[in-house]
């Protein structure tokens, strides 16, 4: 498994969760990551990416403010801070590495097995 991610849990709305991605291997440290969402009998969303310094993060509009993509290359690992959920943030999580930072998944080569997330009202 290149990309391993955890975190994922049961949570009340208002509380806060935070992912982790750890990747297998170096590389990835020149690479953007992203993460990526889908819902039960939903098609898979962009949440949020980052460039491979970690200094340019991009959110989607409804996670704006709310989410906190960071990441730390000397651990290979890159961590998405999710603060004030909601019942919609319920999915699987999937972290992604590509060449590219972008918000469309086809620009990920490289995809993580996904950790749910459960956000009770």
């Known amino acids: 498994v290149q990309l391993q991610a955890s975190g994922g849990g049961l949570v009340q709305a208002g509380g806060s969760l935070r992912l982790s991605c750890a990747a297998s291997k170096r590389t990835f440290s020149s690479f953007a990551r992203g993460w990526f969402r889908q819902a039960p009998g939903k098609e898979r969303e962009f949440v949020a990416a980052i460039n491979w310094r970690g200094d340019i993060p991009n959110y989607a509009d409804s996670v704006k403010g709310r989410f906190t993509f960071s990441r730390d290359n000397a651990k290979n690992t890159v961590y998405l801070q999710m603060n004030s959920l909601k019942p919609e943030d319920t999915a699987v999580y999937y972290c992604?590495?590509?060449?590219?930072?972008?918000?469309?998944?086809?620009?990920?080569?490289?995809w993580g097995q996904g950790t749910l997330v459960t956000v009770s009202s």
């Open positions: 992604a590495a590509g060449p590219k930072m972008s918000s469309n998944g086809k620009e990920f080569n490289v």
